[in-house]
């Protein structure tokens, strides 16, 4: 089987749409508690970077890739960006659930990647976070907002959708 690129992944599926990603047995967390916690009780040697920038603001990560994204731009911009890490999933998992955002209905908590690393600049943070890419929403997401869900893992050609499991939440 042909593994899915970086680059092809981001344009082809994330480019244009919000985007949190999580693990299959934390997207079962989600559905359980009808949420995408900014605090979802995770050990601290389970979170990316301990502390993060937008974790530190009381929000949840999000993936930013603006339509018409360039990831070799980008790439050769920003090289120690981990995209790698996560797209098209996160090795250390073997699968990834991408959960595509209702931006109008979560509007008022949304910030851009652009925004989220002109705050980290403006505030002097050394804390961790994707630069450019990692936009988040200031507090909790209800499930509802949630529009799409897809998994993609090791081995995997292209992704699934999950989205009937969000109509049995």
């Known amino acids: 089987m042909m593994m899915v690129g970086i680059a092809d992944f981001i344009s082809n599926r994330l480019a244009g749409s919000l ?4 693990s299959v047995a934390r997207f079962g967390s989600i559905l359980a508690t009808g949420f995408i916690m900014v605090e979802p009780g995770l050990p601290e040697k389970e979170r990316y970077g ?14 930013d890739f603006p ?4 990831f070799e731009k980008y790439n050769a911009e920003i090289p120690t ?20 955002l209702d931006t109008d209905a979560l509007a008022l908590g949304i ?9 980290w600049k403006d505030l002097g943070s ?4 994707i630069a450019e890419v990692e936009g988040a929403h200031l507090g909790d997401i209800p499930i509802g907002e ?23 939440a």
């Open 81 to 100: 960006n981990s995209l790698g890490e996560f797209v098209p999933f996160k090795r250390s998992w073997g699968h990834s659930v991408w959960l595509r």
């Open 126 to 129: 050394v804390k961790r976070f």
């Open 19 to 22: 985007w949190h990603t999580t």
């Open 146 to 168: 949630i529009a799409d869900a897809y998994q993609i893992g090791e081995g995997d050609e292209d992704w699934t959708c999950l989205n009937h499991t969000l109509r049995l």
């Open 50 to 63: 301990g502390d993060p920038f937008v974790r530190s603001l009381g929000g949840v990560s999000l993936f």
């Open 111 to 119: 910030r851009s990647g652009k925004a989220i690393r002109a705050l």
């Open 67 to 70: 339509a018409g994204f360039d």
